[in-house]
T-cell receptor
Framework: EAGVAQSPRYKIIEKRQSVAFWCNPISGHATLYWYQQILGQGPKLLIQFQNNGVVDDSQLPKDRFSAERLKGVDSTLKIQPAKLEDSAVYLC???????????????FGPGTRLTVL | KQEVTQIPAALSVPEGENLVLNCSFT??????LQWFRQDPGKGLTSLLLIQSSQREQTSGRLNASLDKSSGRSTLYIAASQPGDSATYLC???????????FGAGTRLAVHP
């Protein structure tokens, strides 16, 4: 079974530029998550999709971050414009159901390391 | 608001030692608690998952315990090896929709 795929693996940009990250979840997984992991901290959930719909984006800085999941499969996360404090690893994860109250393992991709100069 | 704290932040030990990593959380209303391993440049790998009704889980040299009432979990690593060197993250699942709240991790270095 193929794992969660992410690209690019590394990205360096200047502040105020825009950047996009791509995620391909495990086949058949209904739920997709984007996390931000700043150096020295644990991952923080930015947005969670259940199929095409957003179920939690409470910690997504909506003035600069956007995400979409077309056709309930692949997803892209965009930052526009980027700030210095956006330097982090962006992790994508997927799970089979993502339903409340039930056990549902999240599988993580390798992440994209973003450096904003 | 759920908060997860891990102690120590970093640990360096000689090979063969038995280790205890600590995790604490502020809200005892959790569905489960997971321990993950993170290697540099790689994603997270789930090591152990303890349901809220369970007290411990074991996998090989790893044993995780959960005391939900006191908001604590420990990860015990027996006979540590250099290959165990990584960052270990604790996460609790609370609230709806499978949301995980992570601690900042313990960075472990096991030297020969």
């Amino acid at each position: 079974e193929a794992g969660v795929a992410q690209s690019p693996r590394y990205k360096i940009i200047e502040k105020r530029q825009s950047v996009a990250f791509w995620c391909n979840p495990i086949s058949g997984h209904a739920t997709l998550y984007w996390y931000q992991q700043i150096l020295g901290q644990g991952p923080k959930l930015l947005i969670q999709f259940q199929n095409n719909g957003v179920v939690d984006d409470s910690q997504l800085p909506k003035d600069r971050f956007s995400a979409e999941r077309l056709k309930g499969v692949d997803s892209t996360l965009k930052i526009q414009p980027a700030k210095l404090e956006d330097s982090a690893v962006y992790l994508c994860a997927s799970s089979f159901r993502g339903l409340a109250g039930g056990e549902d393992t999240q599988y993580f991709g390798p992440g994209t390391r973003l450096t904003v100069l | 608001k759920q908060e997860v704290t891990q102690i120590p932040a970093a640990l360096s030990v000689p090979e063969g030692e038995n280790l205890v990593l600590n995790c604490s959380f502020t809200d005892s209303a959790i569905y489960n608690l997971q321990w993950f391993r993170q290697d540099p440049g790689k994603g997270l790998t789930s090591l152990l998952l303890i349901q809220s009704s369970q007290r411990e889980q074991t996998s090989g040299r790893l044993n995780a315990s959960l005391d939900k009432s006191s908001g604590r979990s420990t990860l015990y690593i027996a006979a540590s090896q250099p290959g165990d060197s990584a960052t270990y993250l604790c996460a609790v699942r609370s609230g709806g929709y499978n949301k995980l709240i992570f601690g900042a991790g313990t960075r472990l270095a096991v030297h020969p």
